[in-house]
């Protein structure tokens, strides 16, 4: 079945500090792949995306994910992290070009501490 | 410009009552259109999807449906509602691959 796992329900993490919140998905042979933010009592938006290319993507409020076909992971990082992340964070996959179905991984809290 | 509209933003009903939860789209034409439910600690579920007019396709079975009655007009609904119901309800449209735009949500408490 094809599925999402973020392994971390919630990250603790000082201000300045570096993060990743890891997302790792079934195989398959061809994924899209995408990150997205939900700010508390918020509808969610798209942080970055993954289709082709460079495996590095750069995202919105410097955030960047490395997709890594081996391990079939999608990592999310911020070398310095704000208070103002802190929200959850959902990775999702398009699996094997079903363009219009996001599955979604069950999210992970980043609590960003002063 | 795009944007999308959900509501109402809050809703408190008693199980059993029926329930209507509106999302309109503008500035689009033809858009594929969703409804996700979040429930606390369990990510975001699939319910409905709609690729145009009176075109549902459903993802999971339950006690909810969804109806498509214009191009920009997506409509969740159910006769009776059930505790299990309660969670928040996205709707979104696929704006490019795999970037879907959320409305604000609408979340339902059944009590």
């Known amino acids: 079945a094809q599925s999402v796992t973020q392994l971390d329900s919630q990250v603790p993490v000082f201000e300045e500090a570096p993060v990743e919140l890891r997302c790792n998905y079934s195989?398959?042979?061809?994924?899209?792949l995408f990150w997205y933010v939900q700010y508390p009592n918020q509808g969610l938006q798209l942080l970055l995306k993954y289709l082709s290319g460079s495996t590095l993507v750069k995202g919105i409020n410097g955030f960047e994910a490395e997709f890594n076909k081996s391990q079939t992971s999608f990592h999310l990082r911020k070398p310095s992290v704000h208070i103002s992340d802190t929200a959850e964070y959902f990775c999702?996959?398009?699996?094997?070009?079903?363009?219009?179905?996001?599955?979604f991984g069950q999210g992970t809290t980043l609590q960003v501490k002063p | 410009s795009q944007t999308i509209h959900q509501w109402p933003a809050t809703l408190v009903q008693p199980v059993g009552s029926p329930l209507s939860l509106e999302c309109t789209v503008e500035?689009?034409?033809?858009?594929?259109l969703y409804w996700y439910r979040q429930a606390a600690g369990r990510g975001l579920q699939l319910l409905f999807y709609?690729?145009?007019?009176?075109?549902i396709s459903s993802e999971v079975p339950q006690n909810l449906s969804a109806s498509r009655p214009q191009d920009r007009q997506f409509i969740l609904s159910s006769k009776k509602l059930l505790l299990s119901d309660s969670g928040f309800y996205l709707c979104a449209w696929l704006r490019g691959i795999g970037e879907l735009f959320f409305g604000e949500g609408s979340r339902l408490t059944v009590l």
């Open positions: 709609s690729v145009g007019i009176g075109q």
């Open positions: 195989s398959s042979v061809s994924v899209y």
């Open positions: 999702a996959v398009i699996f094997s070009g079903n363009t219009g179905k996001l599955i």
């Open positions: 500035g689009t034409s033809n858009p594929n």
